[in-house]
């Protein structure tokens, strides 16, 4: 075997074993998190300090794409609905995406993208002043101090937002079904009735509440680990975000088919 082809092989063998170490890493903050979410006092300030932060830098940009996106659904949609023949069911097929898609993927992007690279510089520029290396030798737990407030606060977010989605994102594709492409409000509305089901809402908030977790735990690690100064905290924020966009895809996908095959479609 030559050098070249060597040295490949040990890259590769090198970047497989660091993937497994931070997945390992990643694994133990979640646990870590689990576990002193339970502990007391609980950091009610820090809470909320942090929730409305990350309402603040949320909802503005959340509102201004659901509108879009729930106009784009509907458009489109109702365009292959209409070739099929079946523009009854309009209402339904672009609600039921709003709902069980659209919402809690738009969320966690926001979620992932303003509130999490918000949090990993945060806690990086903790981490490089040597904060965190204070507050352990102070006997203080940050997971405990910073890590926890800062996830909650995000899962309490990622679901009101999840909620602002839905019902921006269902009344921008009313408007423009109904008033652009000359559907009926009676035809929209009552196949929304006929298809839609409590489940649907139920598998949308735990999606919001599971992307939630999966942004804040990614971008407290990256935070709490960077490497090489100041520039490594952009560093962490940048892969804090392309990892957590990696992964709240491949959740939503599992979750998607495990509620498919759970609950059974209304009206089948």
Do not use: C, H
Request: glycine share 12%.
């Amino acid at each position: 075997m030559s050098s070249a082809t060597t040295r490949g092989v040990d890259r590769i063998a090198q970047a497989g074993t660091g993937a497994l170490a931070q997945t390992g890493n990643i694994v133990q903050l979640f646990v870590d998190v689990a576990r002193q979410t339970f502990v007391r006092p609980f950091q009610w300030r820090e809470f909320i300090q942090q929730a409305w932060f990350i309402a603040s830098v949320t909802i503005l940009p959340t509102a201004l794409i659901a509108i879009p996106f729930g106009a784009i659904v509907s458009l489109q949609t109702g365009s292959l609905i209409k070739q099929l023949g079946a523009e009854s069911y309009t209402g339904a097929a672009s609600v039921l995406v709003v709902i069980q898609q659209g919402s809690p993927l738009v969320t966690s992007l926001l979620i992932a993208g303003a509130a999490g690279s918000a949090v990993a510089a945060d806690l990086g520029s903790r981490t490089i002043r040597e904060e965190i290396d204070a507050m352990e030798v102070l006997g203080i737990n940050p997971i405990q101090r910073l890590v926890v407030p800062r996830v909650l606060a995000m899962v309490l977010v990622a679901m009101l937002l999840n909620g602002l989605v839905a019902v921006v994102g269902i009344g921008g594709g009313y408007f423009f079904n109904v008033v652009v492409q000359g559907g009926t409000p009676g035809a929209y509305l009552a196949s929304f009735g006929a298809l839609a089901q409590l489940p649907d809402l139920y598998v949308s908030t735990l999606k919001a509440a599971i992307f939630g977790v999966l942004a804040g735990v990614i971008a407290a690690y990256k935070g709490l680990n960077p490497k090489g100064g100041p520039k490594g905290v952009g560093d962490a924020v940048n892969q804090s975000v392309v990892i957590t966009f990696l992964l709240l895809f491949l959740a939503n996908l599992i979750i998607t088919a495990v509620y498919l095959q759970i609950v059974p479609a209304k009206g089948s």
